[in-house]
C-alpha cells in the first residue's frame, strides 16, 4: 500500500466548476499536508499547506483536513483552463520525519 | 532570480555509463534535496543534506551518490547507469530540513535523463 494515494485522473470538470481533487494516507501521525501544482514539463510548485483538521481558505483554493480519516482534498472554485495540471499530495511527519512524501498525482483538465 | 539551477536539463546515456547531475540554489538555503519522478509515482527522495557537510539516504537511494559541495550546491552522481534510472530528476531546497508552509521547498525545472 502506497503511504499516500491519489487517484491519477485525469479528472474533467467544465469551466467555471467546482474541481474536487482527493488524497488518502496510510501514516496516522502525519502532522503537514501540503499541496503541489505541477504544469506539464514544469517543476512543482506549492500551493496550499494545512496542518489541523477543518478548512483553509485561499483564494479560489480551499483544503480540507480531517486527520480521523486520514484524508485531505484541495478544492479549486470557478475552475479555469489554466488551473489544468497535475496535483501533487504531500505529507510530513510521522515515519517520515521532516521529509515530504507524495502521492502520484491528480491530473486535472479544465475544459472552455 | 534564479532560485534552483539545474544543469543539464536533458541527457542520454547509454547503459553502463557515468554523469554528475549539477543543482545550485541563490537563496541561501540550508537543506537541499533530489527526487526523481515517474509516471504515476509522484516524486520520490533519493537523497537529501540537512545542512552543509551531511547527506542522508532518502526512499531510493540505490545506485547514486551524492555530494554537498558548499552550501549552494548539491550533485547527485549516477556511477553506472541503468535502465531503470531513466525518469526526471528534481533538486530542490528549502531554509528548514522538510521545508514548511511560509519556507517551502523550491524546485528546479528538473533534468530529464534518458539511458538506453
Known amino acids: 500500500q502506497k503511504e499516500v494515494e491519489q487517484n491519477s485522473g485525469p479528472l474533467s470538470v467544465p469551466e467555471g466548476a467546482i474541481a474536487s481533487l482527493n488524497c488518502t494516507y496510510s501514516?496516522?501521525?502525519?502532522?503537514?499536508f501540503f499541496w503541489y501544482r505541477q504544469y506539464s514539463g514544469k517543476s512543482p510548485e506549492l500551493i496550499m499547506s494545512?496542518?489541523?483538521?477543518g478548512d483553509k481558505e485561499d483564494g479560489r483554493f480551499t483544503a480540507q483536513l480531517n486527520k480521523a480519516s486520514q484524508y485531505v482534498s484541495l478544492l479549486i472554485r470557478d475552475s479555469q483552463p489554466s488551473d489544468s495540471a497535475t496535483y501533487l499530495c504531500?505529507?510530513?511527519?510521522?515515519?517520515?520525519?521532516?521529509?515530504?512524501?507524495f502521492g502520484g498525482g491528480t491530473r486535472l483538465m479544465v475544459k472552455p | 532570480n534564479a532560485g534552483v539551477t539545474q544543469t543539464p536539463k536533458f541527457q542520454v546515456l547509454k547503459t553502463g555509463q557515468s554523469m554528475t547531475l549539477q543543482c545550485a540554489q541563490d537563496?541561501?538555503?540550508?537543506?537541499m534535496y533530489w527526487y526523481r519522478q515517474d509516471p504515476g509515482m509522484g516524486l520520490r527522495l533519493i537523497y537529501y543534506?540537512?545542512?552543509?557537510?551531511?547527506?542522508d539516504k532518502g526512499e531510493v537511494p540505490n545506485g547514486y551518490n551524492v555530494s554537498r559541495l558548499n552550501k549552494r550546491e548539491f550533485s547527485l552522481r549516477l556511477e553506472s547507469a541503468a535502465p531503470s534510472q531513466t525518469s526526471v530528476y528534481f533538486c530542490a531546497s528549502s531554509e528548514r530540513l522538510g521545508g514548511i508552509g511560509n519556507q517551502p521547498q523550491h524546485f528546479g525545472d528538473g533534468t530529464r535523463l534518458s539511458i538506453l
Open positions: 504531500a505529507v510530513k511527519g510521522g515515519n517520515a520525519g521532516n521529509m515530504l512524501t
Open positions: 494545512i496542518y489541523s483538521n
Open positions: 543534506s540537512a545542512s552543509e557537510g551531511t547527506t
Open positions: 501514516d496516522r501521525v502525519s502532522q503537514s
Open positions: 537563496m541561501n538555503h540550508n537543506s
